[in-house]
């Protein structure tokens, strides 16, 4: 990715190649979500694109979401031991403390991890920038009690790529006053 910011007019006018580039990691090894949306240019803000990715997970059917919960990593498993994560993952799991376990911890989670993904059949997904190892853990007991439906649409929920998308998508220093004010200030993307 390049570190220039673009305009909404420049996201606006990235080829498919390009956008998929740019937004295809938001959701975990799902470029397909940034590939539907690509043809709903243009965007007249930052956050018309966030709802738009959104709205693609929202209205897949409950096999497609679940097929998009399958693409995430198991919380502190293999791919986080082998140093495999994708750099984002990566520094989730830094942020949450999940690099750091116990043997104690890492054996809970482990057990509760696979009793979790036994039950639903896809990986427990939290907004681990948001929570740290204790939370985690309540979480993935808790939500064991939860329903199919209940679950695949927590889980959905929790993937939503808000910080990691902030992180990408930067607003300008005016973005603020434009939508008090009305101003021609840019929404302005990192990339």
């Not at 938001?26 to 966030?50: C, D, M, N, T």
């Not at 979790?116 to 948001?130: D, M, S």
Request: charged share 20%.
């Amino acid at each position: 990715m390049a570190s220039k910011p673009l305009s909404i007019d420049e996201v606006n006018n990235l080829s498919y190649e390009q956008f998929v580039s740019v937004f295809g990691s938001l959701f975990e090894q799902s470029p397909l979500i940034a590939a539907g949306v690509w043809s709903h240019r243009p965007f007249k803000s930052r956050e018309s694109l966030y709802s738009a990715l959104c709205n693609i997970v929202d209205t897949l059917p409950r096999a497609g979401k679940e097929g998009l919960l399958r693409c995430y990593p198991d919380l502190a498993g293999q791919l986080a031991h082998q140093g495999t994560l994708t750099p984002e993952s990566t520094a989730e799991h830094r942020t949450a403390g999940l690099l750091e376990l116990t043997t104690a911890e890492q054996n809970e989670l482990d057990s509760l991890n696979e009793a979790y993904k036994q039950k639903f059949g896809f990986p427990f997904v939290i907004c681990a920038r948001e929570n740290k190892v204790a939370a985690i853990i309540a979480g993935l007991k808790s939500r064991q009690n939860h329903g199919a439906e209940e679950e695949v649409t927590e889980a959905i929920g929790q993937s939503r790529p808000q910080t990691q998308f902030t992180g990408v998508v930067a607003p300008c220093t005016s973005c603020s006053e434009q939508h008090r004010t009305g101003s021609g200030a840019k929404t302005t993307f990192r990339v």
